[in-house]
Structures are given as structure tokens and as C-alpha cells.
């Protein structure tokens, strides 16, 4: 159409300049423009040939203005789109979980593909989101946050200023920036839901964060005191971690909140789920407890896997294996819901004093496969390092999809494991 447009606009043009020419044809501008003193058909190469430098140098110009907002610095257009058309052939991934360990995947993840879905727990109820959930009535935004920054792309500076926490100020003091934009958001849109929209198109990220549930709910668990020998019971997602004893089972309030229905779609239509890392009894189990969202995981026909923790977590998992990470799911869901377990194998490093490596093995369980690997980061050894666990993942899906013709953007990952 715009080839087209340009040569009507020319025809017209050469309308009026033949008119001119009928009526002063001893005219020396025409002469000069019209290049009368080459033949006919070299005229017309030479003309046509300026009109199509001049129609490629504005369309390149153009694309840059158009583009300027999603290039990277140091990266020229062409790689931009390269880029863009790339990750948009990446396999549709569903990452459930929260907290660090959810972002720490996503960062890997989105390396791969931009068809990335991270279903989040809204269970929140500590620090800026719990304030802000109590003085507003909105479901905590803290984990949503976290994986709208990891996702962003431009995540280094977006990632200081969203997990900026305000040092000073009566009523700031504690609170995220990144929580008070979205509450902002949700004001000026009218709902949670879309204000995260909002947000995810603001920071250009590759796929969409949604809650597990709208429901207003809150996360109950029972914890075990072997030395009184009683069961005590606690509420609020804040404050089970900190409360003494062994957790023995978590529940959600109201017991059966409705899953948020574009989760239910995005696992529904996945190719591959993740689910983990993160805090087990605080993260992980509260999207599973939403009755049609395990539902509709089980009938997904994804590949299925559960990423097992690198260290286990103080107030929640102490000297847990992987085993018992995974046999903890079982018991509160009732099945096991995934294909495949996979875990850390390197156990010789040092992690921060009273928490421990999680072993990889499963004990006398092996009803599903378990794959092992060195997933540990090099400068924080109680996580996971992102672009190795994302490696990994990708490898693993296409040993059962083929290859997958992706080339990792931002660096050539490579996975080895047993």
C-alpha cells in the first residue's frame, strides 16, 4: 500500500509537470529534471533507482523511530527484530510458584521464549503487600512484582527501581515502588487484573503474570512442637515461616477458591509447566490448593516437571530431601501432577549458616523419573543459577518435543546432566 501510494502520489505529480511542459516546453528546469540529454531508458533507471534509495532510507529510519522503544543499547534494529521473532517462536511455558525462586526461573526462562506465563500465589499477607492488601482491599502484588521485573527487558535498571523499598517516611517506610505502582495502576484501570496488565505492557515483558486465584484468600497451617507434643495452628502466609514446629499441612481460607481463568487457559494450552522453585509450604502449595487449578494441570497434556529447591528454608523444610519435597505435594493434592523431578546434584558448597543443600534423591519413590544436574549459583550457592536451570528445562523438553531450532538469546547455554 505505501509503494502504491507513492506512485499514484508521482503519477499526479507527473500529471502537473506535463502540463508545465505543454505550456513552456523550452524549459530548462524540465530539461535538467527530466535528465533529457541521457536516452529514454536510462533516464528511467536513474530516476527509478533515486526514488527507491529515497523509499529505503525512510523506511529504515522509520522502523528505527517505531522500534527505538524495544532496542537494547548496543543492539542495532536487525538483532531486535531477530530477537523478537525468535523468542515469539519459543514453546508456551507456564511457571507456577512465587517468591525468589519463581523469579530466578523466569530470568533463565525468558532467554528462550517469550511465551512465557508465571501463575503466582496471592496467599500474601506480610510487609508492603500485606499493608497494602489491608489499606486497600487488593490482592498482594509483591510476588507479582518480582516476576514482572525478571521478565522486563530491561531488567537491571527496572529491577532497582521496582524492588526499591522506601527507607524513610512514616507512611513509605517498608514499602516496595514496585507494589505502589501497581496499586496505582489498578486505581487508574479499575482492577487488579488489569493493572498488572498495565504494568506488564509499561515494562514490555516476555508473556503475562497472573494470579492463581481472585479470591480474597488467606494461607492456614498446621505445625507440629515435638517437644510439647502438640499441634498448634497458624494464620497468615507471614507468619507460619517464623512460628516454631514442623509445618504437617497448610490450607487455603475460603477452602475452595475459583482459579483465575486465564490460568486455567494458559495451563490448559501450556507446553510445558514448571513447577518451582520456591517456598514449598508458602509459594508453591498455595496455587496447587486452588482446587480447578490442579485440575486442569493433571488434564494438561504439557510436559510436567517439579524443580526441587537447591537449600531447604528455615521455618518450612528443614532437613527435607527431595523425596520428601515432592511426597509433600502428594499428600496435600492427592496425586503427584508431574512427568519428571528435577534437582540439584552438586552437594560441596558453601551456603549461609542453618540452611543446608537439599539431597537430590527420592528414597524408594519411583514412580517418577528424577534428573539431576549442577544448577547451583556460583555467587549464591543457596539458589538456583538461571540460565542453568533454563538450559536444562529446554533440553529436557526437547528430548521429548525435538529440537526446538532456539537459539538462547544473550549467550549459547549448555545443559549436561545425568
Known amino acids: 500500500m505505501l509503494i502504491l501510494g507513492t506512485a499514484l502520489i508521482g503519477l499526479g505529480l507527473a500529471v502537473l509537470l506535463l502540463d508545465y511542459y505543454r505550456s513552456h516546453p523550452d524549459s530548462s528546469f524540465l530539461a535538467l529534471m527530466s535528465l533529457s540529454t541521457l536516452p529514454r531508458l536510462a533516464r528511467a533507471f536513474v530516476l527509478g533507482a533515486i526514488g527507491t534509495t529515497l523509499l529505503v532510507i525512510g523506511l529504515v529510519k522509520l522502523n528505527r523511530v517505531l522500534l527505538a522503544p524495544y532496542v537494547q543499547p548496543g543492539q542495532t534494529v536487525i538483532e531486535a527484530v531477530a530477537r523478537h521473532r525468535r523468542l515469539g517462536r519459543g514453546p508456551k511455558l507456564v511457571a507456577i510458584g512465587g517468591g525468589t525462586g519463581l523469579s530466578t526461573l523466569l530470568r533463565g526462562l525468558k532467554l528462550h521464549s517469550g511465551n512465557i ?55 513509605l517506610l517498608g514499602h516496595s515502588f514496585g507494589n505502589l505502582f501497581i496499586a496505582a495502576l489498578s486505581s487508574v484501570t479499575g482492577s487488579f487484573e488489569e493493572g498488572v496488565r498495565e504494568a506488564a505492557r509499561v515494562l514490555n515483558i516476555a508473556g503475562q503474570v497472573l494470579p492463581s486465584t481472585s ?51 494458559a495451563v490448559l494450552n501450556a507446553d510445558m509447566i514448571i513447577i518451582g522453585p520456591g517456598s514449598l509450604y508458602t509459594s508453591i502449595l498455595p496455587n496447587l490448593l486452588v482446587p480447578r487449578l490442579a485440575e486442569a494441570i493433571e488434564a494438561s497434556r504439557a510436559f510436567k516437571v517439579f524443580v526441587c529447591n537447591v537449600a531447604t528454608q528455615a521455618g518450612e523444610t528443614e532437613h527435607m530431601d527431595c523425596g520428601q519435597h515432592l511426597e509433600a505435594i502428594r499428600a496435600h493434592i492427592g496425586r503427584t501432577l508431574v512427568d519428571m523431578v528435577v534437582a540439584n546434584d552438586r552437594l560441596d558448597c558453601k551456603i549461609p549458616e542453618g540452611l543446608e543443600l537439599v539431597h537430590p534423591g527420592l528414597g524408594h519413590d519411583r514412580s517418577v523419573p ?49
Open 117 to 171: 506465563t508465571a501463575i503466582v500465589s496471592v496467599a500474601d499477607d506480610g510487609g508492603s503487600s500485606g499493608r497494602l492488601r489491608q489499606a486497600l482491599g487488593l490482592p498482594p502484588p509483591g510476588d507479582i512484582r518480582a516476576c514482572l521485573a525478571a521478565l522486563s527487558a530491561d531488567e537491571d535498571l527496572l529491577t532497582q527501581l521496582f524492588q526499591y523499598r522506601f527507607r524513610q517516611g512514616e507512611e
Open 215 to 265: 479470591a480474597n484468600i488467606e494461607l492456614i497451617a498446621d505445625k507440629a512442637i515435638v517437644v510439647a507434643g502438640e499441634v498448634v495452628r497458624i494464620e497468615g502466609e507471614s507468619h507460619i515461616p517464623s512460628a516454631p514446629g514442623q509445618i504437617r499441612r497448610v490450607q487455603l481460607e475460603p477452602i475452595d477458591p475459583p482459579a483465575y481463568p486465564a490460568a486455567i487457559q
Open 370 to 418: 528424577l534428573y539431576t544436574n549442577d544448577l547451583i549459583d556460583e555467587h549464591m550457592p543457596s539458589r538456583h543459577d538461571p540460565e542453568k536451570l533454563a538450559s536444562t528445562l529446554i533440553a529436557l523438553l526437547e528430548e521429548r518435543t525435538g529440537p526446538l531450532d532456539l537459539t538462547p538469546v544473550g549467550g549459547d547455554l549448555q545443559a549436561n546432566g545425568n
